[in-house]
T-cell receptor, first 114, second 114 residues
Framework: LAKTTQPISMDSYEGQEVNITCSHN???????ITWYQQFPSQGPRFIIQGYKTKVTNEVASLFIPADRKSSTLSLPRVSLSDTAVYYC???????????????FGSGTQLTVLP | DTGVSQDPRHKITKRGQNVTFRCDPI?????LYWYRQTLGQGPEFLTYFQNEAQLEKSRLLSDRFSAERPKGSFSTLEIQRTEQGDSAMYLC????????????FGPGTRLTVL
């Protein structure tokens, strides 16, 4: 099973770009990388997923190097409302009919300062 | 509202009692997941359904935990003979057939065992 490791916390200022890196050294060939955001007393919210290279959507970018042993979530121009816990999660192919790695790590507490 | 709903939002029970939680996934999402989350930790995967079939249940914490999704729509999670260590947030998520790795989480049920 792919174990994920993230920094416990990060601080940033409004308007800055934030990069949060996750290590997943024993990721399997068919595993995907997903990222979630969680506010206190709420369920996690899906941000982005990727398999390799770079993926971008309206809220974030995800960079995955060729060896796929790590991934970096990039949040452009953060605001105070981006203060939350961010989790990376390595997911096996659900369509295979068997859930493999579906365990979140401890996450990264991002605090955005004014 | 078409989000994932969970009921009840809060449950207080005495040790030894049985509790049952309900999850209503987003309509037409064929995959449904249950997680447990304790304070300061990421969600811990418990079990997973694809339609009515429970495809992964090895992560259920003990034989006191069981889950059902009888008609492939809503799901229930039951904990028998509750213990104080069962106190946690229980999260449900669902994902669509076309994007199986994109999970949509409900607000959770907060269980307190006295």
């Amino acid at each position: 099973l792919a174990k994920t490791t993230q920094p416990i916390s990060m601080d940033s200022y409004e308007g800055q770009e934030v990069n949060i890196t996750c290590s997943h050294n024993n990721i399997a060939t068919n595993d995907y990388i997903t990222w979630y955001q969680q506010f206190p007393s709420q369920g996690p919210r899906f941000i982005i997923q990727g398999y390799k290279t770079k993926v971008t959507n309206e809220v974030a970018s995800l960079f995955i190097p060729a060896d796929r042993k790590s991934s970096t979530l990039s949040l452009p121009r953060v605001s105070l409302s981006d203060t939350a816990v961010y989790y990376c999660l390595v997911v096996g192919l659900i369509s295979s009919g068997s859930a493999r790695q579906l365990t979140f790590g401890s996450g990264t507490q991002l605090t955005v300062l004014p | 509202d078409t989000g994932v709903s969970q009921d009840p939002r809060h449950k207080i029970t005495k040790r030894g009692q049985n509790v049952t939680f309900r999850c209503d996934p987003i309509s037409e999402h064929n995959r449904l997941y249950w997680y447990r989350q304790t304070l300061g930790q990421g969600p811990e995967f418990l079990t997973y359904f694809q339609n009515e079939a429970q495809l992964e249940k090895s992560r259920l914490l003990s034989d006191r935990f069981s889950a059902e999704r009888p008609k492939g729509s809503f799901s229930t999670l039951e904990i028998q003979r509750t213990e104080q260590g069962d106190s946690a947030m229980y999260l449900c998520a669902s994902s669509p057939r076309t994007r199986p790795n994109e999970q949509f989480f409900g607000p959770g049920t907060r269980l307190t065992v006295l």
